[in-house]
RNA sequence: CGGGGAGUGGCUCAGUUUGGUUUAGAGCGCUUGGUUUGGGACCAAGAGGUCGUGGGUUCAAGUCCCACCUCCCCGACCA
């Protein structure tokens, strides 16, 4: 893509509607604009970031079997009487009425209506077990919304179901997410912690939450940087020892990234989804579900990652992996090796960027450390008088001086 | 919903305390022309404003009074 065609409204200054560090960056950095307090638009730039983190969601998902489906965003009151969380849910659940008298609502989540769809298309334990998951668009009307889209009133999530003949398989499931969960974090350049958690409206017995450390972060958590022990402070405690190793507890601000329950037959029993077992009895489907708040883990991955200059992407999260940056496009020499090497990247299927604008050096350098694309391809007229470009690792800030022969291949080897 | 802060060109803000410089300012961004091009460069000429909204006080309101709206922060709340 050439930077002079897209469209990537970077600012200068700190927007005065932004107070921390992800928020701010995402909006100089011009991934996100705010429509109204809680909800969000996705510029170009925010959205390949979302892909991004989404398709490794995907991968993840899909090598444990879990096949992806997409429910609907409108659902029936109905269901949530049945299973009596209407109530639970109180004005967080947006609720309103169609022009038939419909009573319905936008879904907050969605075990009601995958429960529902497993009672009326399962039926024998042949069937099972079924693990399905999608990514999509949830509606929350928050009491107060936070810090751009860590808490906003729309938002994007990840939610997975497990449905299982017994508890057994449910346990298999739950330890499957769980290692999957891990291997998603980490691919998105995170730091985590994984401990139990109060399952709350969502009821079952047991629950694992992961929280990522980060300044802005809602909840305070006591962490163990020896054992990763980590746990949510139960009141006027004050942990100062870790209770398995000893080492010494800090407490952190974290954002929550995701949750996994063990539901059991809570909603399965209330909506009445049975199947038929091997021994011919009707046994109801022992589910899990779990949730990742997609959206939610840019804001997170910035706080973990970004300097005095701005964003640091992670390698898979980039929204490009290379900006090409010509100092100066009027020259020609310098103008022609930079669509040179654009173009070969491209036909390497390598996601670039070349910023073709008109603009002084320092504005696009100022532009590419901000953005923070993974890697930044810097060519000048003294260097390149030489038959030097340099190649700029944004993460640690080393420039490689290359001919301009090893380029490419050297990009190769760093993505 | 309680407490605190803020709303003036696209963005960041000054001006409001003590009403009156006549047409409401600056920097950045934007447009045109030119000089530039290794860290937000420079010169010149431009465009762009219901001063959040409504009402009131006054000869006169961005500035004073009342009501409301919006945004941010803390709290309560929250899968």
Redesign the pocket.
Known sequence: MLWSETFI????????????KS?QLML?AGLIR?L????YVYLPLGLKVLDNIEKIIRQEMESIGAQELLLSAIQPLELWQKTGRDK???E?MIRFTDRRGRKLCL???HEEVITNLIKTNISSYRQLPLVLYQIQT?F?D???????I??ACE?I?K?AYSFDCDEEGLEKNYKKMYEAYQRIFKRCGLEFFCLE??????GGDV?H?FMAPAE?G??EIFTCYKCKYASLPKEGENLEICPYCKGKIKRLNSI?L??I?KLKTKYTQALDAKYLDKDGKVKYAIMGCY???VSRLIAAIIEQNYDS??IIWPKEISPYKVIIIP?????EL?KKLAFDIYKKLVSLNIDVLLDDR?????????????IGIYL?V???????KKG???L?VRMD?T?LKLKKSNLVSHIRKLI
Do not use: C, N, W, Y
Not at 9 to 20: G, I, M
């Open positions: 409204p970077t600012l200068r200054q700190v927007p005065q509607e932004a107070e921390s928020h100089r705010m109204i307090s809680g909800v639970d849910m109180g967080v879904g907050p989540t949830k929350r928050e009491l107060r919304p936070r810090f751009g860590v808490r938002f999530m939610d958690a109060d399952p709350g409206v969502m629950s939450e802005s809602e909840d929550e995701g949750h329950f949730g990742i708040g200059d701005g100092l100066d496009i009027q020259d310098i008109d603009e002084p050096a320092g504005v696009k350098f100022k532009d590419a450390d901000l930044q810097i060519i000048g007229k003294e260097s390149l030097i470009v340099e700029k800030k420039k």
